[in-house]
């Protein structure tokens, strides 16, 4: 959609170029006409000084000043509030004034009158003005419609897309629990019902992470007090029925009664992308360390390590939809919503991984302490 915005800015910006460039010239031929009326009105103005130049004692005027000079440039009569520094013109525009010089005989005298008026800018500051309001509602109003025209498909598409994976999700969870329970309640067990339960699991992971995903940023997921040391034990005994189906033994490190303070829904997908991406890239027959340890007053450490393919590009796996091996299937999405999880948690994360060898992926979650606000 950000392409398909360039080019309307683009013209905005052509608009607006030339609706400055018309208002500077509407200003300039404003201000040149306006001029050309006040040097006819000096001329005019002049001569009837000089009409009744014996009278110049009596003169006076708000709006018009004059000074006359002799030959020699002496001043013999002056009313300008500045009188212009050089004297050798006849139209001048100088310190916010405009001057008229003209020469007369009196007397057998040649003298000079100089009329002058100050410059009023208020009709120019207001057509400047004028200009820029017109030219800044024109390109909002051109930007707004093209955006309307090109965010509206998008914002249609988007919800028409969150609508059909919102059916999808609600479609696929009904199946999905049937035959989860009625595998149970068969109690056959061998190695062909155990790949069952793996698989439904596998996707009972991927459609939580699917659900997630799509709800997050419009629900508000209720914080609560977890015993973090049996919350995580119960997760490794769900999940480890998807590692069974490798040979792959979980050995576990975990510190009793250790406790959160977060919401159980995103606790389970913190703790079930970490242990399900462990199992999906380990090699079989291989082994998965799980540590949860008190760090301080302040932390527990949590970490799951694996013995598998390792990571090339450590800093990219945490992006939404990026994945380093296309062959195992998914989203994308776990390790993305691992991070938004951390970051809104304040939970320090890193992974450290040696391609080929195996990677160890530590989460320092803040440990729960009873505050007064957790129960508002």
């Known amino acids: 959609m950000l392409k398909r915005l360039n080019i309307p800015i683009i013209v905005a910006i052509c608009i607006t170029l030339l609706f400055i460039f018309q208002g500077i010239q509407i200003v300039n031929l404003s201000s040149k006409k306006d001029e050309n009326t006040e040097i006819l009105n000096l001329i005019y103005k002049s001569k009837e000084i000089i009409h009744d130049i014996k009278?110049?004692?009596?003169?006076?005027?708000?709006?018009?000043?004059?000074?006359?000079?002799?030959?020699?440039d002496n001043?013999?009569?002056?009313?300008?509030?500045?009188?212009?520094?050089?004297?050798?013109?006849?139209?001048?525009?100088s310190d916010g004034y405009l001057y008229y010089k003209t020469s007369f005989v009196d007397d057998g005298d040649l003298l000079f009158l100089v009329v002058a008026k100050k410059l009023d800018y208020t009709k120019f500051i207001f057509l400047a003005t004028?200009?820029?309001?017109?030219?800044?509602?024109?390109?909002?109003?051109?930007?707004?419609?093209?955006?309307?025209?090109?965010?509206?498909?998008?914002?249609?598409?988007?919800?028409?897309?969150?609508?059909?994976?919102?059916?999808?999700?609600?479609?696929?969870?009904?199946?999905?629990?049937?035959?989860?329970?009625?595998?149970?309640m068969l109690g056959y067990k061998d190695k062909h019902t155990h790949r069952i339960k793996s698989?439904?699991?596998?996707?009972?992971?991927?459609?939580?992470?699917?659900?997630?995903?799509?709800?997050?940023?419009?629900?508000?997921?209720?914080?609560?007090?977890?015993?973090?040391?049996?919350?995580?034990?119960?997760?490794?005994?769900?999940?480890?029925?998807?590692?069974?189906?490798?040979?792959?033994k979980i050995l576990t490190n975990i510190e009793k009664n250790l406790e959160i303070f977060m919401s159980e829904i995103e606790a389970t997908r913190l703790v079930d992308n970490n242990l399900s991406n462990a199992i999906k890239y380990s090699k079989e027959n291989s082994k998965i360390f799980i540590n949860l340890t008190k760090k301080d007053d302040d932390f527990i450490l949590f970490s799951v390590e694996d013995f598998g393919r390792g990571i090339k590009d450590t800093n990219e796996i945490w992006k939404r939809y990026t994945r380093e091996d296309y062959s195992q299937g998914g989203f994308g999405l776990g390790l993305n919503i691992i991070s938004s999880i951390c970051k809104k948690y304040s939970i320090k994360y890193e992974v450290n991984s040696i391609?080929?060898?195996g990677s160890t992926f530590s989460y320092k979650i803040p440990i729960y302490m009873d505050k007064i606000l957790d129960n508002i």
């Open 55 to 72: 009278n110049i004692q009596n003169k006076s005027t708000l709006i018009y000043e004059f000074g006359i000079y002799d030959k020699d």
């Open 75 to 93: 001043v013999l009569y002056s009313k300008l509030s500045i009188a212009p520094k050089n004297r050798d013109f006849q139209i001048l525009k």
């Open 130 to 184: 004028l200009m820029a309001i017109i030219t800044i509602v024109v390109v909002f109003a051109l930007m707004y419609v093209s955006y309307e025209s090109i965010s509206k498909p998008y914002q249609e598409q988007k919800k028409l897309m969150s609508m059909f994976f919102n059916d999808a999700m609600h479609e696929l969870k009904t199946p999905l629990g049937i035959a989860t329970i009625n595998l149970e």
């Open 199 to 248: 698989a439904l699991k596998e996707m009972k992971v991927t459609y939580e992470d699917v659900e997630f995903f799509i709800k997050n940023s419009y629900t508000n997921l209720p914080k609560i007090k977890i015993n973090f040391s049996y919350f995580l034990l119960s997760r490794v005994k769900f999940i480890s029925t998807i590692a069974n189906v490798k040979n792959i």
């Open 355 to 357: 391609y080929g060898k």
